[in-house]
T-cell receptor, first 109, second 114 residues
Framework: KNEVEQSPQNLTAQEGEFITINCSYS?????LHWLQQHPGGGIVSLFM???GKKKHGRLIATINIQEKHSSLHITASHPRDSAVYIC???????????FGQGTRLTINP | DVKVTQSSRYLVKRTGEKVFLECVQD?????MFWYRQDPGLGLRLIYF???????EKGDIPEGYSVSREKKERFSLILESASTNQTSMYLC?????????????FGQGTRLTVV
């Protein structure tokens, strides 16, 4: 079993919909990152979380340390949000960085 | 302000060539990592380093080696490139400390071996 699990693996939605992508992990962590990768593009860090919630524009990321779970929300989704979203955690004490498998998001106009 | 720099965004090499992928960070981080990303397989750890001259094998080290002669630079070496090493390669780094820790990521290098 992977230490980091994302769901769903693929998500297709219509423009304007509210999007939620989930990340669950099974180990203690120092931090969690949400990353974005557009088709053919590089990887960009969207958020780093160690507790609570962060917001940047239409993107909101939350983390529940007790439940070992994080969510990435996109409000008023747009076709330009179409990308792969990846969750990554720094494992506490182990100095390891582990990635989820990614969620491929497609927003149709 | 780019903090983790990979030497190339796109690279095309011939089978059998020796290939160097360079990663440089300017944040004095101890921990540096090399991953490859393939469709359906996600990001897999090739090698990592906890400090200068230290290296550890990750999950898929076969066909690769690394070098960390200076703290800021972590090089991934393909001794004899093969077509199955065509992939996207990602470098990452973060400091050795407990508590809140932020990782930084390179933009990735798309390597094609022909």
């Amino acid at each position: 079993k992977n230490e980091v699990e994302q769901s769903p693996q693929n998500l297709t939605a219509q423009e304007g919909e509210f999007i939620t992508i989930n990340c669950s992990y099974s180990v203690g962590i120092s931090a969690l990152h949400w990353l974005q990768q557009h088709p053919g593009g590089g990887i960009v860090s969207l958020f780093m979380l160690s507790s609570g919630k962060k917001k940047h524009g239409r993107l909101i990321a939350t983390i529940n340390i007790q439940e070992k779970h994080s969510s990435l929300h996109i409000t008023a989704s747009h076709p330009r949000d179409s990308a792969v979203y990846i969750c990554a955690v720094i494992i506490q004490g182990a100095q390891k960085l582990v990635f989820g498998q990614g969620t491929r998001l497609t927003i149709n106009p | 302000d780019v903090k983790v720099t990979q030497s190339s965004r796109y690279l095309v090499k011939r089978t059998g060539e020796k290939v160097f992928l360079e990663c440089v960070q300017d944040m004095d981080h101890e921990n540096m990592f090399w991953y490859r990303q393939d469709p359906g397989l996600g990001l897999r750890l090739i090698y990592f380093s906890y400090d200068v001259k230290m290296k550890e094998k990750g999950d898929i080290p076969e066909g690769y080696s690394v070098s960390r002669e200076k703290k800021e630079r972590f090089s991934l070496i393909l001794e004899s490139a093969s077509t199955n090493q065509t992939s996207m390669y990602l470098c990452a780094s973060f400091p050795r400390r407990t508590g809140n820790t932020e990782a930084f990521f390179g933009q990735g290098t798309r390597l094609t071996v022909v």
